[in-house]
Each structure stands twice: as C-alpha cells, then as structure tokens.
C-alpha cells in the first residue's frame, strides 16, 4: 500500500471516528413501534442504528419512551438527572426517523423519502379500483358502503374531507397511547377483523401492515401529491440543535452507507422514492 493511500485511510478514519467519539451510541426509540422500532431490535430504524454503531465502534443503548406528544421533551432533550434542568448529560443523542426540517429537533440530511398510499384489502369488492380518484365517483349507494379508516390528522383525512369523504370514514387517533398497539399493528388486527377495508397511509406502516398477511393480500396505490396537499415526505435522523458536530458525523454515514442503509429498508418492503432535491439542505 502506498504512503498517500495510509494518509488517507487515516484522514477517512480522524472523520468517522472523531476523537470525541463516545463509546454508546444512544437512541431515542418507541419500545413498540414496528416497523421503525421495537423492544425487540427488529424493526429498521433498530438496524441502522447497529449499522452505524458498528461503524463507530460504539455500542448502541436505547432510551425507550412511547411515540407521542412529548416524546423529544422526555428523550432527546431530557437530561439524565431530573432535578438538574441545566445537566448537560443527556438521556439519549438521536432520534432516527424524522420529518426533514424537523422543527424540534436538527436534522440531518434525509436518508430515506416514501409516501402516503391507499391500502386495500383485496377480496371485499374493490379490487376493480386502480387510483384513489375512482373513490370520488363511485355510485352512491357503493360509496356509502365504504369502510376506510380515517385519523385525526395527516393528508389522508384532508384528502378525504375535500372529496366529500369524511362521512364514511372510520375514525382512528394518530397517537392513541395504547400500550399493547401501536397504529400499524391495529390497523392490521382491524382489517383482519373486517372493520375496515381500505385505509391511507403513511407507506412505511403500510409495508408492515402487508407483511402481517399472506402475499398479495393487498393493493397498495400511491397517492399523488397536489399543490394543496402533499403525500411524499422525506426522513432523517434528528439532534438537539446545538450539536452540531453529532449531525454531521451521521450525515458522514449517511452518505457512505447510503447502499446499505437503502438495502435494510427495501427488505421491509417499505414504498421508498427518490429522495427531493429540496429536501437535501443544510438544516443549521
């Protein structure tokens, strides 16, 4: 090996692993969360996590806290000791899915784009429908007899709403609080039920939905965006604002795993685009 090639082993080397590495890297993750995170460690945001950990010689140790309002204000900005509001040991460094631009948090550059898709049991009499438009034309008399799940936000429900849908749409909560489900895993136990056939939804939950049922138990039509309402969202990983430097060793990673990190969530079958050019910036 030439004496260049050792410099820039070693160069690569002072990046990846900087001097000020810890020795754990610390999640902030939902114990029930599939397919994104699980006590479990199977779901895909638990294996990038050892992805990186292992790249960082570091080993990865979770703050378990349930997905909902107030999450980040009890993980990643919570400190270790409760009575010492001006602590600067934190219970956990990063949160790995975000919004990109996320407002509570900085955010690295996305690492992954999907998109919200109608989900259709097949077998209940819409197997004829190829676009969500079709919905909007149906008979009445078959109209009404729509059984799809509708949350109490999210694009879906504005969807819905401005095509005259919301009066057969069958409520759900986005965070409910339900200890024993989280909302991919009801959603799946109501289809099984037959309360519901069809649903919008966020792709990622709707690949772990697909996955509870024998193959080619579902459609799955992407929605399409609109000026009015958006669909496609792209995902990072997300930081107190103030640390700088832990962003942009994981945007380091990000980059030089791109392949691997696509190839974990591909094989949750999770719908993934092409990742927005204005969706890669510099979140400062």
Known sequence: MSFKKIILGLCLAVII????????????????NPPYSTKYKDGFENKIAELFA????????????????????????ASVNDWDA???????????GVPA???????????????????????RGWDDLKEASQLTTLPLQRQESLKIAMFDRGPGTTWMQKNGLLDQGI????????????????IDK??????????????PMAAYVTAQSPKNSFIMIPMKSTPAIKFEFAMAMGVRKADKER??????????KAKEIQAIIESYNVPLLSIAKEAVKDDD
């Open 17 to 32: 692993f900087p001097a000020t590495a810890e020795e754990k890297f610390k999640v902030c993750a939902d114990p029930l």
């Open 54 to 77: 292992k790249e960082l010689r570091q080993k990865v140790e979770y703050t378990w806290f349930a997905q909902r309002i107030g999450f980040i204000r009890n993980t990643l900005t």
């Open 86 to 96: 001006e602590s600067d040991k934190f219970k956990c460094d990063i949160v790995m």
């Open 101 to 123: 631009g996320y407002n509570l948090t900085l955010t690295t550059m996305p690492y992954y784009q999907s998109t919200y898709v109608l989900l259709i049991a097949k077998g």
């Open 171 to 186: 409520s759900y909560q986005s965070m409910s609080g339900d200890s024993e489900n989280n909302v991919a895993m009801q």
């Open 190 to 203: 109501d289809f099984k039920a037959k309360k519901i056939d069809m649903v919008i939804l966020w792709g």
């Open 247 to 256: 962003k942009l060793v994981l945007d380091k990673l990000i980059t030089s």
